[in-house]
T-cell receptor, first 116, second 116 residues
Framework: ETGVTQSPTHLIKTRGQQVTLRCSSQSGHNTVSWYQQALGQGPQFIFQYYREEENGRGNFPPRFSGLQFPNYSSELNVNALELDDSALYLC???????????????FGPGTRLTVT | AQSVTQLDSQVPVFEEAPVELRCNYSSSVSVYLFWYVQYPNQGLQLLLKYLSGSTLVKGINGFEAEFNKSQTSFHLRKPSVHISDTAEYFCAVSRVSSGSARQLTFGSGTQLTVLP
C-alpha cells in the first residue's frame, strides 16, 4: 500500500509569483485535505476536497485554490505569493464514507515553501 | 469553533523517566481527539485517537492518553521515554458530524526532548 506522497520536497519562490504543490493520496482514499504549518506552529486547515469538489475551507484567502483529480490526487495553487506564505504545506488523505466514523487522516511528508 | 491549547511548548525529560504532555480543548459541540507526532523534516504520524467509549486510549510506541470531558483535557502520557521519542507532538480535535469536512484543529505543539 502506497502512502501519501507530495512534490516537490522544497521550493523557493519570489514574492508575487505563483506556485503549484502536488499530492498523491493513499490508495483507496477519496478525500484530500491541505494544511499550512508555519514555523513553530501547528498545522492550519486550508481546505478539503471530496470526490473532486471543495468540501470545507479554513480562513485562507481566495488566492489559495485547489483541485482534485479523478484519481483523487490533488493540487494546491497559491497566487500572488507573500512572504508570510513561507511554510510547510501538508497534504492528508482519508477514506470518507458519509455518516460513518472519524475519517482518520494520513499525512504526507510535506512541501517546504520559502518565499523571498 | 474549536480550539486546542497545549500548555507546554517544550518538555525536557531524562531517558526512562515518565512524561505527560498536556492538552486542553474548547468546543461547543462533541469532538474527536487525536495526538500526532512529527519527527524533524517529516509529516505527521497518528499516535492515538479518542472517538468514543473508554476514556483511556492506548496508542503506538507505548503512549496512552486519557479523555476527561469535565476538564476538557486529553493529556498524553508515557511511563518510560526513549531517546527516539524526541519529536514535536500535536494535539488535535475534529467535530463529530455526519458531514465529510472533518477538518483537524491543532494545538501549537509541544517539543519533547529526551536527554541521555
Amino acid at each position: 500500500e502506497t502512502g501519501v506522497t507530495q512534490s516537490p520536497t522544497h521550493l523557493i519562490k519570489t514574492r508575487g509569483q505563483q506556485v503549484t504543490l502536488r499530492c498523491s493520496s493513499q490508495s483507496g482514499h477519496n478525500t484530500v485535505s491541505w494544511y499550512q504549518q508555519a514555523l513553530g506552529q501547528g498545522p492550519q486547515f486550508i481546505f478539503q476536497y471530496y470526490r473532486e469538489e471543495e468540501n470545507g475551507r479554513g480562513n485562507f484567502p481566495p488566492r489559495f485554490s485547489g483541485l482534485q483529480f479523478p484519481n483523487y490526487s490533488s493540487e494546491l495553487n497559491v497566487n500572488a505569493l507573500e512572504l508570510d506564505d513561507s511554510a510547510l504545506y501538508l497534504c492528508a488523505s482519508s477514506l470518507v464514507v458519509l455518516g460513518q466514523g472519524a475519517h482518520e487522516q494520513y499525512f504526507g511528508p510535506g512541501t517546504r515553501l520559502t518565499v523571498t | 469553533a474549536q480550539s486546542v491549547t497545549q500548555l507546554d511548548s517544550q518538555v525536557p525529560v531524562f531517558e526512562e523517566a515518565p512524561v505527560e504532555l498536556r492538552c486542553n480543548y474548547s468546543s461547543s459541540v462533541s469532538v474527536y481527539l487525536f495526538w500526532y507526532v512529527q519527527y524533524p523534516n517529516q509529516g505527521l504520524q497518528l499516535l492515538l485517537k479518542y472517538l468514543s467509549g473508554s476514556t483511556l486510549v492506548k496508542g503506538i510506541n507505548g503512549f496512552e492518553a486519557e479523555f476527561n470531558k469535565s476538564q476538557t483535557s486529553f493529556h498524553l502520557r508515557k511511563p518510560s521515554v526513549h531517546i527516539s521519542d524526541t519529536a514535536e507532538y500535536f494535539c488535535a480535535v475534529s467535530r463529530v458530524s455526519s458531514g465529510s469536512a472533518r477538518q483537524l484543529t491543532f494545538g501549537s505543539g509541544t517539543q519533547l526532548t529526551v536527554l541521555p
